[in-house]
């Protein structure tokens, strides 16, 4: 049974970095598509961007110029980075596993979320 | 604004039929795969539909949807109240080059 635990802190001051990692148990992490989404309290799902084999990535345009998102087969954990967070980024954040790159391949795997809040 | 446009809300008595909708266009539904998620109140979203009318295993079947043009559609079938949550229909936007998801239908089972 494939399982994903997002980690990292729950609080960011703003203008600072926001840094999770998403640990992945149960499967392999080498031939699909890891993904970050979030979600806003009260409002819709995210898109942030997905990495597969480490060096191949993708970005929502509207985030790209401060998402960052890594891989780390050996521990099996990817990571997200945002920069420059205001209260806008305080969500729930997502890690969540696709297995192919075209639609047909939905967000199979969920972890289970955490709470991001971005204030002084 | 979501690039896909759902219904904030629906609601029907247990037992009934609820149709969630999902519009979009040519650059996303329109070309590509839908699939459908269900979030209960405070867990994460689980897959409901794949390839716009396909079942995971351990999914009823109950859960049904299809997909014309450039609109989706989730029907739902001898609602309970089980069925309570949030709904989210997703595709690829080619235009975009991103995953693009509905603002989200709440289903209240009355």
């Known amino acids: 049974q494939v399982q994903l635990q997002e980690s990292g802190p729950e609080l960011v001051k703003p203008s600072e970095t926001l840094s999770l990692t998403c640990t992945v148990s149960?499967?392999?992490?080498?031939?699909?598509?890891w993904n970050w989404i979030r979600q806003p309290p009260g409002k819709g799902l995210e898109w942030i961007g997905s990495?597969?084999?480490?060096?191949?990535?993708d970005y929502n345009p509207s985030l790209k110029s401060r998402v960052s998102i890594s891989l780390d087969s050996s521990k099996k954990q990817f990571s997200l980075k945002l920069t420059s967070v205001t209260a806008a980024d305080t969500a729930v954040y997502y890690c969540?596993?696709?297995?192919?790159?075209?639609?047909?391949?939905?967000?199979?795997?969920w972890g289970q979320g955490t709470l991001v809040t971005v204030s002084s | 604004q979501s690039v896909l446009t759902q219904p904030p809300s629906v609601s029907a008595a247990p037992g009934q039929r609820v149709t969630i909708s999902c519009a979009g266009s040519?650059?996303?539904?329109?070309?590509?795969?839908v699939s459908w998620y269900q979030q209960l109140p405070g867990t994460a979203p689980k897959l409901l539909i794949y390839?716009?009318?396909k079942r995971p295993s351990g999914i009823p079947d109950r859960f049904s949807a299809s997909k014309s043009g450039t609109s989706a559609t989730l029907d739902i079938t001898g609602l309970q109240t089980g069925d309570e949550a949030d709904y989210y229909c997703?595709?690829?936007?080619?235009?975009?080059?991103?995953?693009?998801f509905g603002g989200g239908t709440k289903l209240t089972v009355l």
């Open positions: 040519s650059s996303n539904i329109g070309y590509n795969s």
């Open positions: 990495i597969f084999s480490s060096d191949i990535t």
């Open positions: 997703g595709t690829s936007n080619s235009s975009l080059n991103a995953w693009v």
């Open positions: 149960g499967g392999y992490i080498s031939t699909y598509y």
């Open positions: 969540a596993r696709r297995a192919g790159y075209s639609s047909s391949w939905p967000f199979d795997y």
């Open positions: 390839e716009s009318n």
